[in-house]
């Protein structure tokens, strides 16, 4: 019986040692797809109707980082770049449809007064190293562009998130940063929602409307 015992622990130690050189050496990489509700923001729908581009860059945005001592995370960020802008722009025009190509097809006979294009620029996260830091943060800026339906660019618009998510213990890496990257999607979001209508180059294209 001691002998199997001794096996079984010899056995563990093994695997333990096995998975932390895989992620000491950088063999193991986390995947990390971010998923989550986005709420529709509670505003008044601005009286134009918009089309919405969401282009292959943006439905397919991954982020790819190796971290030091760590490991090479891999984020997924497409499907949830879906979900919030859909959620997003519903509600605060009086009509949002998808389109696929800019210039619209036949623009002057277009009932779309104008189009959006989002993009996610840059996307960085810090995740601690040893037990000292506590959380994880994450930082996004997204370029958000207004075309007219023929293609002429209206103006385009920087917005930044910051999010932060508590590490409450060493394997929960990973949950912490999807977290922390929702958490600044929702920033983008709220930005977006409250502040459109007040950028220069939009409020004076709503006014001629």
Do not use: H
């Amino acid at each position: 019986m001691q002998l199997m015992q001794i096996r079984a622990y010899w056995r563990q130690a093994r695997l333990l040692l096995g998975v932390l050189a895989c992620y000491l050496l950088g063999g193991c990489a986390p995947v990390i797809l971010v998923d989550a509700e986005f709420p529709q923001p509670l505003v008044e729908p601005l009286p134009v109707r918009i089309g919405l581009l969401l282009n292959e860059e943006l439905l397919a945005y991954e982020y790819i980082e190796r971290i030091p001592q760590q490991a090479s995370y891999t984020i997924r960020i497409g499907n949830a770049n879906a979900l919030m802008m859909n959620r997003l722009f519903q509600p605060m025009f009086a009509a949002v449809e998808s389109v696929d190509d800019l210039p619209l097809a036949q623009p002057g006979s277009s009932r779309i007064d104008g189009v959006l294009i989002p993009e996610l620029e840059r996307y960085e996260f810090d995740v601690p190293i040893g037990m000292q830091d506590e959380f994880v943060e994450v930082w996004m800026q997204y370029l958000l562009r207004l075309y007219e339906p023929n293609g002429e660019l209206i103006t385009e618009w920087p917005i930044s998130g910051y999010g932060k998510s508590e590490l409450t213990k060493t394997s929960d890496r990973v949950n912490a940063i999807s977290r922390a990257t929702v958490l600044a999607m929702r920033e983008v979001g709220a930005v977006i929602a409250t502040k459109f209508a007040e950028q220069p180059e939009i409020e004076y294209w709503l006014q001629e409307r």
